[in-house]
């Protein structure tokens, strides 16, 4: 149980850097323009490009690198299955073979490419993640959203929603924590049997942990009301983000990039 | 005389009213609280208390009879905000009351929910955090804290939002010592130092005796009102409403009854019964 405690939505690591500082915003639109050039190169210089671009990133955002690389474990099982599939399934050149298993030269090549693909993706998405704090990602998704409010877009209530989320996960944690204890003083077995049986003990958890969090939420609603709270119409804001210079000057720099290794690779 | 900040006219109140489940939880309430008022609302549970905390910052509006609060009527719908921003709330769990991840920004969100201007909030979740104590955590998460603090926070994010009055509903109830005196400390400093209205619902007895009046309800009535020296020295009456008396209240009592007639039944605090007895022959 104690592993639940690690569990940090986000994995924010606090920090003084250029990265940590830019605009959420900007971080945002960059690492969707960075997810959007995986998608168009096909080669593996093109994927090189992009890990140099993410190189620059780490390196300014000064993060350790072994938090990057954490990210990528909890891949490990996809990367094998992605790789296996690829170099048995796809037809074409025979490289070698066991039994009636066929490698392919194209199999080798595709496989390596998903990999590249999947691999950046998760360590660019991860830097947003570790140098931008959830509450600032909360109001940058939120700024962002808001002109598409006219097309039905709730983007006030989606960062609310987010807010109260990030703010009650600790909470819940430690309620099942609580829970969990209580069940196991009178006897409980959460470790023994197999996955089903493992999942059948659960029940006993959640059905508390879900009665309690509706009550939560009840309570919550009053006090926001008590608080004046009616939505997002009329609202001003604690924190207010800023654009400055450096977010122009790395917005442009990400765009140029994309669009010329986009172009040429 | 001004008009009262509160005013409790003829009020009564059903829960699920014309069904079969209907509850009367308040019947025939009159009441008054001037400003600048410390009245604790003591009460068995289900005595009607915190439906009558609810019906100060309308949360609740009456089924019969009225509520006035600062000269708005609670049932007029449009200027429910009105009233809200006169009336604070803080509710029992401090746990279900904060919305923000961090300190500073849960009290930010009453003047958020307000329209005011950045930099106002600014300064307001500054001197609020100041006034109860908690600056030095203000970039915590409201996890962090223990319930002391957390109840601390949730009165700092009233106070940003200057209101006239703040209604508490028991909110000690799920704290350990610390943390009760902490709050309690608080609510005086709010209530002498700044003059805000404090209603406190509550059934500590200990916590009523700071109040300069106490209203006992039962059963969704008002059966006892007055200052805390007159309320407690009723015994019996208290006694009979499934209520204690302070500790020292009831000793007193009992002396009495043995027949230590020269010790007074109005005794209320530890010291005075230590200068009672230190006088006895």
Redesign the interface.
Same mark, same amino acid.
């Given at each position: 149980m104690a592993m639940m405690r690690n569990i940090t939505i986000g994995q924010y690591i606090p920090g003084e850097s250029v990265i940590h500082r830019l605009d959420p915003r900007t971080k945002i639109i960059a690492t969707f323009l960075y997810i959007v050039l995986l998608f168009l190169v096909n080669t593996f210089s093109g994927y090189a490009c992009s890990a140099l671009l993410i190189l620059l990133a780490v390196a300014l955002s000064r993060l350790p690198i072994k938090y990057i690389l954490r990210g990528i474990r909890p891949l490990a099982f996809i990367i094998i299955l992605t790789l296996s599939l690829h170099f048995f399934m796809t037809e074409g050149h025979v490289i070698f073979q066991v039994g009636f298993l066929k490698v392919t030269q194209e199999g080798v090549v595709r496989g390596l490419m998903m990999v590249s693909r999947l691999v950046l993706l998760v360590v660019g998405t991860s830097i947003l993640t570790l140098t931008t704090s959830?509450?600032l990602l909360t109001d940058g998704i939120e700024s962002l959203l808001k002109p598409l409010k006219g097309l039905g877009v709730p983007a006030h209530e989606l960062a609310m929603m987010m807010?109260?989320a990030?703010?009650f996960i600790?909470?819940l944690i !430690?309620e099942t924590e609580k829970i969990m204890k209580a069940q196991m003083a009178r006897g409980a077995d959460f470790e023994s049997g197999n996955i089903f049986q493992r999942a059948k003990s659960l029940i006993p958890i959640l059905i508390p942990l879900f009665i309690n969090a509706f009550?939560?939420a009840d309570?919550?609603a009053?006090?926001? !009301?008590?608080?004046?709270?009616?939505g997002g119409e009329?609202?001003?804001?604690?924190?207010?983000l800023r654009f400055t210079y450096k977010d122009v000057v790395a917005l442009i720099f990400v765009a140029v990039f994309v669009v010329v290794v986009s172009i040429y690779f | 005389m001004a008009e009262a900040l509160i005013k409790f006219t003829d009020v009564s109140f059903s829960y699920s009213a014309d069904s079969p489940q209907e509850f009367e939880a308040l019947t025939g309430i009159n009441l008054e609280i001037e400003a600048g008022e410390f009245v604790a609302v003591l009460g068995h549970n289900g005595s009607g208390k915190s439906t009558l905390a609810k019906h100060i910052?309308a949360?609740l509006v009456p089924t019969a009879g009225n509520v006035v609060v600062a000269g708005i009527d609670t049932r007029d719908f449009d200027r429910v905000?009105e009233i809200?921003?006169n009336v604070?709330?803080v509710?029992q769990?401090p746990?279900?009351?904060?919305?923000?991840?961090?300190v500073?920004?849960d009290v930010?969100?009453?003047?958020?929910?307000?329209?005011?201007?950045?930099p106002e909030?600014?300064r307001r979740?500054d001197e609020a955090l100041e006034l109860v104590g908690m600056n030095e955590f203000r970039l915590r998460?409201?996890?962090q804290l223990s319930g002391g603090q957390k109840q601390r926070v949730a009165i700092a994010?009233?106070i940003a939002?200057r209101p006239r009055c703040i209604v508490l509903d028991e909110p000690t109830a799920m704290l350990d010592p610390v943390g009760r005196q902490e709050v309690m400390d608080t609510v005086l400093k709010l209530n002498r130092q700044e003059g805000i209205t404090i209603v406190l619902i509550t059934h500590a007895m200990e916590e009523a005796i700071l109040a300069d009046r106490i209203v006992v309800m039962e059963e969704g009535r008002v059966v006892l009102t007055g200052v805390p020296r007159a309320v407690f020295s009723q015994v019996e009456t208290l006694t009979q409403l499934r209520l204690d008396v302070p500790q020292v209240t009831a000793l007193a009592n009992r002396l009495r009854q043995r027949g230590y007639d020269q010790i007074p039944n109005n005794i209320l605090t530890i010291e005075e019964m230590v200068n009672v007895l230190c006088q006895l022959e």
């Amino acid at each position: 149980m104690a592993m639940m405690r690690n569990i940090t939505i986000g994995q924010y690591i606090p920090g003084e850097s250029v990265i940590h500082r830019l605009d959420p915003r900007t971080k945002i639109i960059a690492t969707f323009l960075y997810i959007v050039l995986l998608f168009l190169v096909n080669t593996f210089s093109g994927y090189a490009c992009s890990a140099l671009l993410i190189l620059l990133a780490v390196a300014l955002s000064r993060l350790p690198i072994k938090y990057i690389l954490r990210g990528i474990r909890p891949l490990a099982f996809i990367i094998i299955l992605t790789l296996s599939l690829h170099f048995f399934m796809t037809e074409g050149h025979v490289i070698f073979q066991v039994g009636f298993l066929k490698v392919t030269q194209e199999g080798v090549v595709r496989g390596l490419m998903m990999v590249s693909r999947l691999v950046l993706l998760v360590v660019g998405t991860s830097i947003l993640t570790l140098t931008t704090s959830p509450i600032l990602l909360t109001d940058g998704i939120e700024s962002l959203l808001k002109p598409l409010k006219g097309l039905g877009v709730p983007a006030h209530e989606l960062a609310m929603m987010m807010t109260i989320a990030l703010r009650f996960i600790p909470t819940l944690i !430690e309620e099942t924590e609580k829970i969990m204890k209580a069940q196991m003083a009178r006897g409980a077995d959460f470790e023994s049997g197999n996955i089903f049986q493992r999942a059948k003990s659960l029940i006993p958890i959640l059905i508390p942990l879900f009665i309690n969090a509706f009550r939560r939420a009840d309570d919550l609603a009053v006090a926001m !009301e008590a608080r004046g709270y009616r939505g997002g119409e009329g609202r001003t804001r604690f924190r207010v983000l800023r654009f400055t210079y450096k977010d122009v000057v790395a917005l442009i720099f990400v765009a140029v990039f994309v669009v010329v290794v986009s172009i040429y690779f | 005389m001004a008009e009262a900040l509160i005013k409790f006219t003829d009020v009564s109140f059903s829960y699920s009213a014309d069904s079969p489940q209907e509850f009367e939880a308040l019947t025939g309430i009159n009441l008054e609280i001037e400003a600048g008022e410390f009245v604790a609302v003591l009460g068995h549970n289900g005595s009607g208390k915190s439906t009558l905390a609810k019906h100060i910052n309308a949360l609740l509006v009456p089924t019969a009879g009225n509520v006035v609060v600062a000269g708005i009527d609670t049932r007029d719908f449009d200027r429910v905000w009105e009233i809200r921003q006169n009336v604070g709330m803080v509710f029992q769990n401090p746990d279900n009351q904060l919305v923000a991840t961090t300190v500073e920004e849960d009290v930010a969100f009453g003047p958020e929910n307000l329209g005011i201007p950045t930099p106002e909030i600014h300064r307001r979740v500054d001197e609020a955090l100041e006034l109860v104590g908690m600056n030095e955590f203000r970039l915590r998460s409201p996890h962090q804290l223990s319930g002391g603090q957390k109840q601390r926070v949730a009165i700092a994010g009233m106070i940003a939002m200057r209101p006239r009055c703040i209604v508490l509903d028991e909110p000690t109830a799920m704290l350990d010592p610390v943390g009760r005196q902490e709050v309690m400390d608080t609510v005086l400093k709010l209530n002498r130092q700044e003059g805000i209205t404090i209603v406190l619902i509550t059934h500590a007895m200990e916590e009523a005796i700071l109040a300069d009046r106490i209203v006992v309800m039962e059963e969704g009535r008002v059966v006892l009102t007055g200052v805390p020296r007159a309320v407690f020295s009723q015994v019996e009456t208290l006694t009979q409403l499934r209520l204690d008396v302070p500790q020292v209240t009831a000793l007193a009592n009992r002396l009495r009854q043995r027949g230590y007639d020269q010790i007074p039944n109005n005794i209320l605090t530890i010291e005075e019964m230590v200068n009672v007895l230190c006088q006895l022959e």
